[in-house]
């Protein structure tokens, strides 16, 4: 496509329930992160894939988060036994080439989500 | 943690006026960018400069970077109503992957 797509675009769920969020990236894109944004604040990393490397996790908040990767293309997160805290705008974004000096990542519009 | 910090938190000029917004760093740096966010929703990406890079133009937009002092501006001349947004810088640390650390961004506002 030509850019990065997220669904869906808005998610309200009750605290204690588990939520997919969808991204799909640029394709031929190599990598993938997810971001969480907490109300006027900035951008939190949470995860990232490159090809076919082990995914760097260092960002996940708790084991209550997890992320796949499949084909190396649409990736889901995964937010289990959903807390009021969670409530964010979920931000995905791919880039060609991972690492070097110029390399730039390309944002979807974000997954609102609310957790009641 | 967020290490780039943006001041100010906020501004607000007329239209016409040039935005002068900062940011701070604290660990050394491949790239430093500029992100600008509407309605709190997707970033579009607005300019890179490389560590080796002091200045850089775009369009409206002039960057400068400071590794000595860990600093970057972003100005953006003539400002129009349209340049509302948040601007949030984000950087590329050495050895860290591809893992950009954000600000916590300047909400502008362009009145008329």
């Known amino acids: 496509g030509a850019g990065v797509s997220q669904s869906p675009s808005n998610k309200v769920t009750e605290k204690g329930k588990d939520v997919e969020l969808r991204c799909d990236p640029i394709?031929?894109?190599?990598?993938l992160y997810w971001y969480r944004q907490s109300l006027g604040q900035g951008l939190e990393f949470l995860i990232y894939?490159?090809?076919?490397?082990?995914?760097?996790k260092s960002g996940l908040p708790s084991d209550r988060f997890s992320a796949e990767r499949t084909g190396g293309s649409v990736s889901t997160l995964t937010i289990q036994r959903t807390q009021q805290e969670d409530s964010a705008v979920y931000l995905c974004?791919?880039?060609?080439?991972?690492?070097?000096?110029?390399?730039?990542?390309?944002f979807g519009p974000g997954t609102r989500l609310t957790v009641l | 943690s967020q290490q780039g910090e943006e001041d100010p938190q906020a501004l607000s000029i007329q239209e016409g006026e040039n935005a002068t917004m900062n940011c701070s760093y604290k660990?050394?740096?491949?790239?430093l960018q500029w992100y600008r966010q509407n309605s709190g929703r997707g970033l579009v990406h607005l300019i890179l400069?490389?560590?080796?890079?002091r200045e850089k133009h775009s369009g409206r937009l002039r960057v400068t970077l400071d590794t000595s002092k860990k600093s970057s501006s972003l100005l953006i001349t003539a400002s129009r109503a349209a340049d509302t947004a948040s601007y949030f810088c984000?950087?590329?640390?050495?050895?860290?992957?591809?893992?950009?650390?954000f600000g916590t961004g300047t909400q502008l506002k362009v009145e008329l």
């Open positions: 660990t050394s740096i491949n790239n």
């Open positions: 974004a791919s880039s060609k080439l991972a690492g070097g000096s110029t390399d730039t990542q390309y």
């Open positions: 394709s031929g894109h190599t990598a």
């Open positions: 400069i490389r560590s080796n890079e």
């Open positions: 894939f490159q090809g076919n490397s082990a995914p760097d």
């Open positions: 984000a950087t590329l640390p050495t050895g860290g992957g591809n893992k950009l650390t």
